[in-house]
């Protein structure tokens, strides 16, 4: 099935193979180093994998290989497009900042397939680091950035600590999604009233009637990454978790990796997943699909594109 990817960090799908050459670490070391076990401590655990694959992308000429192998890898997965997010701030250990844009997006140019990027404030950074994000988004928005995101530990750093950023944002006109209800459902709700159309997993939301019914009336769509939410603990297995209850609740679902290498997984592998756990259906998938070109970050015309490489014509 073609499929769009919506939720994905650049960094947590670092290709293994390409690690290991820039590395010059065996690929054994490398995999230890990248993937994350299928049951982690909490989210913190999870994210400690992202040190290694981080401290390889500290080059430009590294940066444009490392983008373009990811899209190889999107391709071989038949995405026909793809939303990439990154914290532009971590790769800056030499490189400034437009580097670091102005790398990715040679690594993504001349591909078979459309991709666009979002740039992550982080959950931790103080106010001017992530207003740097945010600024470098606006400069690039509509030239390969199409929104901005805020991603990292949300048990240790709550939303509303962060709500003035995305005001500035939306003054700015940059569109954004929020990570949100991955481990609790407090920030859930911050993020619907910021008017987030989109919320990063936000599948904490199942615990709360209120919550789903205001998701439902504001029309938001749930990016869901089901192996990454049983990595972090935030349910226990396949079948606990609730991708299905959200569905028939019939709110709007993305499926999504999160991090291909982190969580050792392609869009395929979490479609078949949701498939033999979760009774999803083709048809459901395909809907989902639909779904996710209408809350891409993409012109009417480019969704029309997408759609008709679906074959589900309005």
């Given at each position: 099935?073609?499929?769009?990817?919506?939720?994905?960090?650049?960094?947590?799908?670092?290709?293994?193979?390409?690690?290991?050459?820039?590395?010059?670490?065996?690929?054994?070391?490398?995999?230890?180093?990248?993937?994350?076990?299928?049951?982690?401590?909490?989210?913190?655990?999870?994210?400690?994998?992202?040190?290694?694959?981080?401290?390889?992308?500290?080059?430009?000429?590294?940066?444009?290989?490392?983008?373009?192998?990811?899209?190889?890898?999107?391709?071989?997965?038949?995405?026909?497009?793809?939303?990439?997010?990154?914290?532009?701030?971590?790769?800056?250990?030499?490189?400034?900042?437009?580097?670091?844009?102005?790398?990715?997006?040679?690594?993504?140019?001349?591909?078979?397939?459309?991709?666009?990027?979002?740039?992550?404030?982080?959950?931790?950074?103080?106010?001017?680091?992530?207003?740097k994000i945010i600024n470098l988004a606006k400069k690039y928005?509509?030239?390969?950035?199409?929104a901005i995101d805020l991603a990292g530990d949300e048990k240790?750093?709550?939303?509303?600590?962060?709500?003035?950023?995305?005001?500035?944002?939306?003054?700015?006109?940059?569109?954004?999604?929020?990570?949100?209800?991955?481990?609790?459902?407090?920030?859930?709700?911050?993020?619907?009233?910021?008017?987030?159309?989109?919320?990063?997993?936000?599948?904490?939301?199942?615990?709360?009637?209120?919550?789903?019914?205001?998701?439902?009336?504001?029309?938001?769509?749930?990016?869901?990454?089901?192996?990454?939410?049983?990595?972090?603990?935030?349910?226990?297995?396949?079948?606990?978790?609730?991708?299905?209850?959200?569905?028939?609740?019939?709110?709007?679902?993305?499926?999504?990796?999160?991090?291909?290498?982190?969580?050792?997984?392609?869009?395929?592998?979490?479609?078949?997943?949701?498939?033999?756990?979760?009774?999803?259906?083709?048809?459901?998938?395909?809907?989902?699909?639909?779904?996710?070109?209408?809350?891409?970050?993409?012109?009417?015309?480019?969704?029309?594109?997408?759609?008709?490489?679906?074959?589900?014509?309005?």
């Open positions: 099935m073609k499929k769009i990817e919506l939720h994905l960090h650049l960094d947590g799908s670092v290709n293994l193979t390409l690690a290991s050459t820039l590395s010059k670490l065996d690929l054994n070391i490398v995999k230890n180093k990248m993937i994350a076990p299928l049951k982690c401590k909490n989210l913190g655990d999870y994210l400690t994998r992202f040190d290694f694959p981080i401290s390889l992308m500290q080059t430009k000429e590294n940066l444009e290989l490392i983008a373009s192998k990811l899209v190889d890898d999107l391709i071989n997965d038949e995405v026909i497009y793809a939303e990439i997010r990154f914290n532009p701030l971590a790769f800056t250990s030499t490189l400034t900042l437009d580097e670091v844009i102005t790398s990715i997006l040679r690594g993504l140019s001349n591909k078979k397939i459309k991709t666009n990027l979002i740039l992550c404030m982080m959950r931790g950074y103080n106010y001017d680091d992530n207003l928005l509509g030239k390969g950035v199409v240790k750093y709550k939303l509303k600590e962060y709500l003035s950023l995305f005001e500035y944002a939306k003054s700015l006109n940059i569109p954004f999604t929020i990570h949100a209800g991955e481990t609790d459902k407090i920030d859930i709700l911050s993020a619907i009233n910021l008017g987030a159309r989109r919320i990063g997993h936000g599948v904490f939301s199942i615990t709360d009637d209120n919550l789903i019914q205001k998701l439902r009336k504001k029309d938001i769509l749930l990016e869901v990454c089901p192996t990454s939410n049983i990595q972090t603990n935030a349910f226990n297995t396949y079948l606990d978790h609730p991708i299905k209850k959200l569905y028939d609740l019939n709110i709007k679902i993305n499926l999504s990796t999160d991090n291909m290498t982190v969580s050792n997984t392609t869009l395929e592998k979490e479609y078949e997943i949701v498939k033999k756990y979760n009774n999803l259906t083709d048809l459901d998938l395909l809907k989902m699909n639909k779904d996710s070109i209408d809350y891409a970050f993409l012109s009417d015309l480019e969704k029309e594109e997408l759609r008709k490489q679906l074959d589900i014509l309005d």
